[in-house]
């Protein structure tokens, strides 16, 4: 399961990108490299469809920009998915300046799978196996699941107060290591999350 909601955001993520539609902009110089999912469906007028047929042959929708937090809509292969999607103000790696692919957060909404507000982060890198991550907001720290370049919370009965602090708080931090033993540390601003989460719920309820 966790292995299809992976690639439903990643393929959501590549639409996203490709069709030019907000990903939110101060970031958008966080890499100068193209995103190693994105690659597929590189970012020219012709790879559009690409990017839709691999999300099930749905486009995300941009249902509103708030702060640094992009809302959208899709319905991949008919099931109705909402998500807030933003890049990092800020990333860092450790020893300095290792090259990598661009980090999202993402906090989707599947109806259909009776899933709310889960909390993903698509680092950019391969995560070295077994390795320690966390998400660190509001004066706590959640670990963080890994698997091939994504992250989730270890601990799933602690989501929710993870996004209810994520909700208040001004910044959210990640901490990952690869697979060839780069840390990394991305910053993610939280100006406009709750705004996009509300205007989600909203949507999703239709």
Known sequence: MVMSVRRTLISLMASVVVC??????QAQSASPKASKDAKAAP??????PAAAAA?????PTLI??????????AAP??????????????????????PRDPAYAFVSTRPAEKVTNEVSIM????????????????GASYAMYTQGDGLWIKNAAEEERMVEAMRKAAEVTVKGMSAKGTETTDTFSLKGLAQALDRLAQDCKR
Request: proline letters at 9%.
């Open 20 to 25: 030019g539609i907000a990903v939110p902009a």
């Open 43 to 48: 970012a020219k007028p012709e790879a559009k």
């Open 55 to 59: 999300a099930g042959g749905a486009e």
């Open 64 to 73: 509103g920009q708030f702060g640094t937090w992009g809302a959208y809509t």
């Open 77 to 98: 292969n008919g099931k109705k998915v909402c998500f807030a999607l933003a890049k990092p103000s800020s990333s860092k790696t450790n020893p300095p300046n290792r």
């Open 123 to 138: 680092i950019g890198y391969a995560l070295k196996p077994g390795s320690e991550s966390s998400l660190e907001v509001g």
